[in-house]
């Protein structure tokens, strides 16, 4: 190769080399100015907020709230899709594998972060494939009883437990329980567990008295023992709740660490954009300040949680190792 051949060779390669350092900033360009104009155009076509328990129960409800809400504010209808069967997992799993373009949302409460306890084939990471959004709403945990069941206070149900042993029946939602683990565990009770696929078809049999007592919130119940169709017995928690100042502690009835506490939160597939996540949590921060929303929330016992994202996701991580704790601990077993 001649001397004039080599250095058109040379200038060859630096032309190629600078068409491809044009081409990767170019595309750093868009991707850095990719956010703002996601911003700026989301959302621009209706929003899947699934719900991954039937219509009816605690997550159903304060869905179909947040969604009427937030409709408005982001100026796009929020469908409401009720996805459920195993223990929440199929609904959450169809968000998890959806675009992360913040057009398919999934409301979880606490038992997203303890199924991995009890499944052992895990479709998803609990926690490496979402993205927190906001952390919606939080509430103790209250044991309710059907009407037809002899023992009239949570008292009379230890004392009945302790005096049937594995006559007693729990409803459960879900494959498994940590809080009716806890109350095992805390309590020394032997009693028969009876799963359903979500808390509106276990209010269903506990009214009817195919089943004794639950443990759920009063966003599921709190209807039902307004009416007289349920009665509420126990709470956990440290102190008494001010929307049921008679009902006591787990607590003051003898059965100490029940530190339980009931959430419900949004979360999209992992790698959302941090202007759509941004976005998200604002119009959900507006809507929880709202006060018809507090007062509805107040009357299923439940208060406002701090909308947000860094709040879900330290709520999410920290629950998700505590009952990793806890099935150590108790030598919990996947129930798959």
């Known amino acids: 190769m001649s001397e004039s051949q080599g250095l058109k060779s040379v200038a060859v390669v630096e032309q190629a080399w600078c068409r491809a350092r044009h081409i990767v900033l170019a595309g750093l360009f868009a991707l850095a100015m990719a956010g703002p104009v996601l911003a700026q155009d989301y959302p621009n076509h209706p929003i899947r907020l699934i719900v991954p328990f039937p219509v009816g129960g605690s997550s159903d409800a304060i869905g179909r709230m947040l969604a009427d809400r937030l409709s408005p504010l982001l100026k796009q209808p929020i469908v409401v899709e009720n996805k459920a069967g195993a223990g929440g997992m199929i609904g959450t799993d169809a968000v998890a594998k959806a675009a992360p373009d913040g057009y398919s949302l999934v409301l979880v409460d606490v038992f997203h972060s303890s199924t991995p306890v009890y499944t052992r084939k895990m479709p998803y990471d609990a926690v490496k494939d979402f993205t927190p959004i906001a952390l919606v709403a939080r509430s103790p945990a209250f044991l309710v009883a059907s009407p037809a069941f002899e023992a009239k206070t949570a008292r009379e149900v230890i004392a009945y437990a302790k005096a049937n042993p594995n006559k007693l029946t729990m409803a459960i939602a879900g494959t498994g329980s940590v ?24 209010i269903q049999d506990l009214m009817g ?16 023992v307004k009416a007289g169709r349920l009665r509420v017995l126990a709470a956990t928690g440290s102190r008494r709740n001010p929307d049921f100042p008679d009902v006591p502690t787990f607590a003051e009835v003898g059965i100490a660490g029940m530190d339980y506490e009931q959430w419900f939160g949004v979360l999209g597939p992992a790698n959302l954009p941090k202007p759509v996540v941004e976005r998200l949590s604002a119009a959900i921060t507006q809507v929880m300040k709202a006060p018809e929303v ?26 998700v190792a505590r009952w990793q704790k806890l099935a150590r601990e108790l030598d919990l077993k996947p129930l798959d």
């Open 209 to 224: 008295g195919q089943v004794n007592v639950f443990i759920t919130t009063m966003a599921s119940a709190g209807a039902h």
């Open 179 to 202: 809080v009716v683990d806890l109350f095992r565990a805390r309590s020394g009770l032997q009693f028969v567990y009876v799963p359903y696929k979500g808390s509106s078809p276990a």
């Open 294 to 319: 507090r007062e509805r929330l107040a009357a299923m016992a439940l208060e406002p949680g701090a909308a947000a994202p860094e709040e879900m996701k330290r709520k999410l991580e920290d629950d």
